[in-house]
């Protein structure tokens, strides 16, 4: 059964703008702290953003200034907003829910052209 499913992924110019969306189930949103990485090729899974246990967010220094991560409880669903995208932005976005178990979801290619 999947757990969380991204959208939102594709193809765009650079200095153009993406959302990802992620939907959770409503068990694992309630119990999780829910964030975003990427994997480009050849390089590790590194943290884009997330929300903390606490509700406050993290950035990578990469994308601070450029992308937002926000969430809709009452849909279980969190999104990342990525503005004035860069080439280096391109990977395949996985989405993350921290809780007692960690969850990933399938991953969503973003390609940025220059």
């Known amino acids: 059964q999947v757990q969380l499913v991204e959208s939102g992924g594709g193809l765009v110019q650079a200095g153009g703008s993406l959302r990802l969306s992620c939907a959770a189930s409503?068990?694992?949103?309630?119990?999780?702290?829910m964030g975003w990485y990427r994997q480009a090729p050849g390089k590790q899974r590194e943290l884009v953003a997330a929300?903390?246990?606490?509700?406050?967010?993290n950035y990578a220094d990469s994308v601070k200034g450029r992308f937002t991560i926000s969430r809709d409880n009452a849909k279980s669903t969190v999104y990342l907003q990525m503005n004035s995208l860069k080439p280096e932005d391109t990977a395949v976005y996985y989405c993350?829910?921290?809780?007692?178990?960690?969850?990933w979801g399938q991953g969503t290619q973003v390609t940025v052209s220059s």
């Open positions: 993350n829910a921290r809780g007692l178990v960690i969850y």
């Open positions: 929300f903390t246990s606490g509700g406050s967010t």
């Open positions: 409503r068990n694992i949103f309630s119990r999780s702290a």
